[in-house]
């Protein structure tokens, strides 16, 4: 299984809203990754848990917030979002010492 | 910190030429080097990758190329296809501590027309 699963595909929230976005991963990464990726722009990273530690928080707004309850869980949890904060929500997972990552297919969320 | 610049931001061949992509990086503790594939809607997928003491690697019609003194490294396709049409972004990755930073480059959008 090489597979990054991320829930759900599509969400649209209200601004007011709070909700999660869920990724998983059974290939024994330890390393795990939220990137946030704008129209016609490369990924950019945001977070990255390591041994179920965050290691980096790339000045993220509080507003978004990572959770790692196992090694093979990652959750951004999501509250008062902006509509600017539309875009499409990429996890990724690496074995800690390097090689590929590899990407789910990520969750397109709409802030309205 | 590092900082991947791409070119060309778009790219048009005609079936069965071939495609050149051109990175660079500037941090030297950089040392693998992937490329990923994204098409419409879904994620990036890794299409081939290159670490630092390897100055070329090939893969079907897909090569890499890294020149690791001049810190520029290179996508080739040849014999490209319809379904090569996508956006391609290059990589710098830098291990240790647990993890692995990747920085991206703009990426290029490749249509491949038949």
């Known amino acids: 299984d090489t597979e990054v699963t991320q829930t759900p595909k599509h969400l649209v929230m209200g601004m007011t809203n709070k909700k999660s976005l869920k990724c998983e991963q059974h290939?024994?990464?330890?390393?795990m990754y939220w990137y946030k990726q704008k129209a016609k722009k490369p990924p950019e990273l945001m977070f990255v848990y390591s041994y179920e530690k965050l290691s980096i928080n790339e000045s993220v707004p509080s507003r978004f917030s990572p959770e790692c309850p196992n090694s093979s869980l990652l959750n951004l949890h999501l509250h008062a979002l902006q509509p600017e904060d539309s875009a499409l929500y990429l996890c990724?997972?690496?074995?800690?010492?390097?090689?590929?990552?590899?990407f789910g297919q990520g969750t397109r969320l709409t802030v309205v | 910190g590092e900082n991947v610049e791409q070119h060309p931001s778009t790219l048009s061949v005609q079936e069965g030429d071939s495609a050149v992509i051109k990175c660079t990086y500037s941090?030297?503790?950089?040392?693998?080097f992937p490329w990923y594939k994204q098409e419409l809607g879904k994620g990036p997928q890794l299409i081939i990758d290159i670490r630092s003491n390897v100055g070329e690697k090939k893969d079907q019609r897909i090569a890499v190329t890294l020149n690791k003194t001049a810190k520029h490294f290179s996508l080739h396709i040849t014999e490209t296809q319809p379904e090569d049409s996508a956006v391609y972004f290059c990589a710098a990755t830098a291990g240790g501590g647990g993890y692995q930073k990747v920085t991206f480059g703009i990426g290029t959008k490749l249509q491949v027309i038949p």
């Open positions: 990724a997972s690496s074995h800690p010492g390097g090689g590929e990552a590899f």
């Open positions: 290939m024994g990464h330890r390393a």
């Open positions: 941090d030297s503790a950089s040392n693998y």
